[in-house]
């Protein structure tokens, strides 16, 4: 009995080793593993599910092409891109200039298209009734960097008035959940809504530090959610999703309040909303036919508007489409 | 001390004798022990009939499609097959790396190794190193199996992650096959040695065959952690969103970027469209759950089937 049981586990345990030694002769046999046709992207998380969703319809019509799509977020997306690890960049953001300095630097060309546009939507609980409509003056004093150690709402009202703001904030307690300062909602929250008040008032262009921040959207909704007088930003699609805990407050951006619909968003008249873009490397387009194949689907009459029906973003105007193609097509013409 | 506990029993045993009273302090004990099982048994159930409501909906909708299908934007089209095949490869890399040097070393350590310094220094370094965070040895997979032996790995492939869970592992194969080597009585050595056997013969004939059942519940526990483990799998660079594969080989797949079961339950989680995508992230996690449970029902099979009563 003794025996049979050892001579089995040795035979184990050899056949371990032989596979092991087989397993590290493989790598040099199939060195050339990347040459079937692939796109790589990464990138926001924003736009993630756009270029998913356009990947999944393209790999229905290319079964043959291998295509990665992921979301660290935008910073971390031009990272990759500048250091030439991908082919696409999804950026909820223009490119910086210290992020073009790396990617010059690193001899790497692009092309800048955008695809839809995303609303920011400024959310309370849905037990909070005192506040219909908020102006960028009030959301400086709210949320911006001069407000640091205000808990109350009704704090804010001073610095708001100053700014010309005449809105009754309420005397409650003010809680503020939002995304934190590696998020691109974050960035974009703060140059639309801070950026002329905080440089008129020679401020930096910033949130309070004081305020709960995730990384993660749910966790924001639920922070909102959590408490009846809570203050928060969230993109618009997330906002949508969660009609039933948060309620988006209408913002005034000086031509009135605007409650975000789909249509005031596209139309430009909501204030709070930015371009999303994809960034395309130029050397990798000339040497991979798919990638270009993926990006002409990408921009193909129809695409990203049925795309939208299922992602929950906002389609860019006819005319910004249809510039977005042009760039693309001079980009290819380039070639 | 030894006069104090001693004590307590005596008064105990005075006062029931007398018919005096309950023996209060031991029924409060009792109670509390009780009361930890059930709290303990509470979580477990809230968590698993959380789980497995939520889940079964999209079994009973989507039957096996859940299963062979890949990632995808809308949650009636995700399944959790990239998962799967990420994870099961994961397994097999665990099973052929870190068991056979695991088990090997903790075999030198407590069969041939001199009892030194320094070979106590190391035995508590190598428990030091299963507590440490599993992030750690994502990032020390990044530096070493993505961006060294990227080349030999293809970077940011299964290869690289199996590698990295495979090191994860390894202390705690080595502690816990060192545990049960340790529990061979010392007679049955001596007993070897006493007929004239070498070290070889006592290690192969003796010792490894009487502590073989421990040391297949340990490896196999070891690797049911490798397959739970997120931390690593995100450092090295498991794709968060979608990824197809084209016409590649399962060999080439190897060398490309993947997915495992609980990257999958993390990026679901974190979905915008929790409501479509939140059935899906109970489901994942019972398909991991049974992965799991079936491993170790495996483990204690094989411990059933080797265990020896000396």
Request: charged share 15%; aromatic share 8%.
């Amino acid at each position: 009995m003794i025996q049979s049981i050892n001579r089995r586990l040795w035979a184990l345990l050899i056949a371990a080793v032989l596979t092991l030694t087989a397993c590290a002769s493989t790598p040099g046999a199939s060195a050339t593993a990347g040459s079937s046709p692939s796109v790589n992207i990464s990138g926001s998380s924003t736009v993630q599910p756009i270029s998913e969703a356009v990947a999944e319809r393209f790999n229905e019509d290319n079964p043959g092409t291998a295509i990665t799509v992921d979301g660290p977020g935008t910073g971390d997306g031009f990272e990759l891109f500048c250091a030439g690890e991908t082919d696409i960049s999804d950026a909820s953001r223009a490119i910086k200039e210290e992020e073009t300095a790396a990617c010059q630097e690193a001899g790497i060309e692009y092309v800048e298209l955008k695809v839809a546009i995303d609303g920011l939507s400024v959310l309370t609980s849905t037990e909070n009734t005192g506040v219909e409509c908020l102006t960028f003056a009030d959301l400086y004093a709210l949320i911006g960097p001069e407000s640091t150690g205000l808990n109350n709402w009704n704090d804010a009202e001073a610095l708001a008035q100053e700014l010309g703001s005449t809105t009754d904030l309420p005397d409650a307690e003010l809680s503020i959940t939002g995304p934190g300062e590696e998020s691109g909602t974050y960035d974009s929250f703060v140059e639309l809504v801070f950026g002329d008040i905080a440089e008129e008032r020679g401020q930096e262009e910033a949130t309070r530090p004081d305020y709960t921040s995730s990384a993660n959207d749910n966790a924001i909704i639920e922070g909102i959610s959590g408490s009846p007088t809570s203050l928060g930003w969230v993109g618009f699609a997330f906002a949508e999703e969660n009609a039933e805990v948060v309620r988006e407050i209408a913002v005034d951006g000086g031509e009135g309040c605007v409650e975000p619909t789909p249509e005031t968003i596209s139309s430009g008249e909501y204030p709070i909303a930015r371009d999303l873009y994809i960034y395309v490397n130029k050397a990798k387009m000339a040497e991979n036919d798919a990638l270009v194949a993926y990006v002409d689907y990408y921009l193909a009459e129809g695409v990203i508007d049925s795309v939208l029906e299922e992602v929950p973003y906002v389609p860019l105007a006819d005319e910004t489409l249809e510039e977005s193609r042009s760039t693309w097509e001079g980009a290819k013409a380039g070639e | 001390m030894a006069g104090a506990s001693t004590a307590v029993p005596a008064v105990v045993v005075r006062r029931s004798l007398a018919g005096q009273g309950a023996d209060w302090r031991g029924l409060i004990f009792q109670g509390l022990l009780l009361l930890s099982v059930v709290i303990t048994l509470l979580f477990l159930f809230i968590l698993l009939a959380d789980v497995f409501s939520r889940a079964l909906p999209v079994f009973t909708e989507r039957g096996g499609s859940f299963l062979s299908s890949s990632l995808s934007s809308s949650a009636a089209r995700s399944g959790v097959i990239q998962g799967l095949f990420g994870s099961f490869v994961i397994a097999i890399i665990v099973v052929i790396v870190a068991f056979p040097i695991g088990i090997m070393t903790a075999i030198y350590l407590e069969e041939y190794a001199p009892d030194t310094r320094l070979t106590q220094l190391i035995s508590i370094n190598i428990r030091n190193l299963a507590g440490v965070p599993s992030v750690v040895y994502g990032l020390l997979g990044l530096a070493v199996f993505v961006q060294l032996l990227g080349p030999l790995t293809g970077g940011r492939s299964v290869i690289a992650g199996g590698l990295t869970l495979a090191v994860l592992v390894l202390p705690i194969v080595i502690i816990t096959s060192a545990e049960s080597l340790r529990a061979v009585p010392q007679a049955l050595r001596e007993a070897g040695y006493g007929i004239g056997a070498s070290r070889w013969q006592v290690t192969r004939s003796l010792v490894l065959p009487s502590a073989a059942p421990g040391i297949l519940t340990g490896t196999v526990l070891s690797l049911s952690r490798a397959l739970g483990e997120t931390a690593p799998l995100i450092v090295v660079g498991a794709v968060s969103g979608y990824f197809s594969t084209g016409n590649a080989s399962t060999v080439d797949q190897l060398f490309g970027r993947f997915t495992a079961l609980p990257m999958i339950v993390f990026n679901w989680a974190r979905e915008p469209q929790q409501s479509a995508f939140g059935p899906l992230t109970a489901a994942a996690i019972v398909v991991l759950l049974l992965v799991t449970l079936s491993i170790n029902a495996f483990a204690i099979l094989l411990r059933n089937r080797f265990e020896k009563n000396w």
